[in-house]
């Protein structure tokens, strides 16, 4: 098993709610709604996310990946050419993640569990 494996992905949306219906009829995933998310359960495979709290990044879709220390990786994303657009943010009682962009301007998410 790899030392850093993909733990969680997000949907970034403009309407978390018509997201939600459209994903759940589609997939036939459950969607349950919470302050700031429509969270997706899958039954198998990764669980998830529907959000509108990243408008300024339009519509996405990006996976985390956990990592043990998120400055640690961060530092490296530079050191290898990619750019940190969201510094470490604290969900409390859960962990941090963070986001950076590859060279090429692909965008993923970091996250460390407490």
């Known amino acids: 098993?790899?030392?850093?494996?993909?733990?969680?992905?997000?949907?970034?949306?403009?309407d978390m709610k018509k997201a939600g219906e459209f994903y759940g009829e589609l997939f036939?995933?459950?969607i349950s709604p919470s302050p700031a998310a429509q969270m997706i359960s899958i039954g198998e495979g990764l669980d998830g996310h529907i959000t509108e709290l990243a408008k300024e990044w339009g519509t996405y879709?990006?996976?985390y990946v956990q990592v043990d220390d998120l400055d640690a990786y961060l530092k490296k994303v530079v050191e290898l050419g990619g750019k940190v657009l969201?510094?470490?943010?604290?969900?409390?009682g859960q962990g941090s993640f963070a986001w950076f962009a590859s060279p090429e301007g692909n965008i993923m998410g970091l996250w460390k569990g407490e």
């Open 28 to 30: 036939d995933w459950q």
């Open 61 to 63: 879709v990006t996976v």
């Open 1 to 14: 098993m790899s030392k850093n494996p993909i733990v969680f992905f997000e949907i970034g949306s403009k």
């Open 86 to 92: 969201v510094k470490p943010v604290d969900i409390p």
